[in-house]
């Protein structure tokens, strides 16, 4: 008896649907999830021929050593990639974005310096990522953004020295994180970490190996125990300075603290310039704003085209700390509303008697006679964005120079 054409077609396509490379065996799986099992067949290359709708490939303990952008195209459909034990040292971009479905990729014991990080953009599905035992020193910013369903990712024996704050902190699914035996700089840079470990419900596997390698005060401590007094956010408090001679110049005093101690830079923001001062300034030309090691900059010859917003910025590996005065010449008109300025909220000072005040170190010297400047101090941006509200200074203050610290 002839079977019925129905069950004719039905073979054919299933027969096609089970298409496999010669290296390979293929079989179907349940859910009508196909296998493609191609480990341990000495491969140098992704075998050519693959069903369109092989869900799942192994490939692992081969000798694979490269990944062109082709290579996977002809399974558009995988959700489990298994390329563990190779010799993989280069996966061109855009190899693993043409896998959508993509939930499982093992690509743990091979060469790999630098990974296709891009590529995670199109693999929103993905749920466990291997990359451990390659030769990884960085893990991006942003790398790992938008890996919604992300729950395991091993990253363990790399060569990680640190990692971008907050790398982990996109990840709402993540349930294991693996990160030992990397030789970590255990600097400020990395104090996020030790935060992060303390507040989540993530298991960071064998968390007592995964150990600082520098610097040498710190080598061989888990870098979930690394002290945090050595790692202080900046503060910064602004001054103006004066003192005898002649001519008119503005000078500003910057002290800072932290830990690493901060380094000191300077913005000016005037109406017809815009200067970032990274460091000392030299005599050289003769410029009229020179900066100082010891945090103070000063403005000789000071008029009209100086007055502006001047900020003091205390920069650390743990952050940055900033503090601004408005500077113009008395009769100018009202700084408050002239001058220009970063923070949009600023407004007048509070009058007397409402309860608020400066500090000490920002009262204003008695009005003189002569040149004089109007100063308005503003509060650092922390302060600013507390629950209380902003304070501001005004103050007329004679002006002269100042002998150096």
């Known amino acids: 008896m002839r079977p019925p054409l129905a069950v004719l077609a039905l073979v054919t396509l299933l027969s096609q649907g089970l298409a496999c490379p010669s290296p390979c065996s ?6 009508g999830r196909l296998l493609a099992e191609c480990a341990y067949r000495e491969l140098r290359d992704v075998p050519q021929g693959l069903s369109p709708n092989v869900t799942i490939l192994t490939l ?37 974005a043409v896998l959508p479905h993509l939930r499982n990729l093992d690509l743990s014991h091979n060469r790999l310096a630098e990974f296709p990080w891009q590529d995670l953009r199109n693999l929103s599905a993905l749920q466990i990522l291997k990359l451990s035992h390659n030769r990884l020193a960085s893990l991006p910013a942003g790398a790992l953004t938008g890996l919604q369903e992300l729950r395991s990712l091993w990253l363990n024996d790399n060569a990680l020295t640190t990692l971008a704050s907050g790398a982990f902190e996109a990840l709402p699914a993540l349930a294991q994180l693996q990160l030992f035996h990397n030789p970590f700089n255990c600097s400020c840079k990395l104090a996020w970490l030790r935060q992060w470990a303390e507040s989540t419900s993530v298991v960071l596997s064998r968390a007592g190996s995964t150990l600082c390698a520098a610097p040498a005060r710190l080598r061989g401590r888990p870098v979930t125990a690394m002290p945090s007094a050595l790692c202080v956010p900046p503060s910064a408090h602004l001054t103006y300075l004066s003192g005898p001679g002649d001519g008119l110049t503005l000078t500003l005093h910057c002290s800072v603290a932290g830990s690493p101690m901060p380094e000191i830079r300077w913005r000016i923001r005037t109406a017809g310039r815009h200067l970032d001062i990274d460091g000392p300034t030299t005599k050289a030309g003769r410029p009229r704003i020179l900066a100082f090691k010891n945090g103070t900059v000063a403005v000789s010859d000071f008029g009209k085209e100086d007055e502006g917003t001047y900020t003091c910025l205390a920069v650390n590996e743990v952050g940055t700390r900033e503090v601004s005065v408005n500077v113009a010449l008395a009769g100018s008109g009202n700084p408050a509303e002239e001058l220009p300025r970063d923070d949009p909220q600023a407004g007048h000072p509070h009058p007397a008697g409402s309860g608020h005040g400066c500090t000490k170190s920002e009262e204003p010297d008695a009005p003189s006679m002569g040149d004089k400047l109007v100063i308005v101090y503003h509060m650092p941006r922390e302060a600013r964005s507390g629950t209380g509200a902003p304070e501001f200074c005004l103050g007329i203050l004679p002006l002269g120079p100042l002998l150096l610290w």
Request: aromatic letters at 6%; a positive charge; hydrophobic letters at 40%.
């Open 26 to 31: 293929c079989s179907p799986k349940k859910n």
């Open 60 to 96: 692992s303990a081969n000798l694979l050593g490269r990944l062109g952008r082709a290579a996977l195209a002809e399974a558009p459909e995988l959700q489990s990639l298994w390329l563990g034990y190779n010799h993989i040292s280069a996966v061109e971009p855009g190899t693993f």
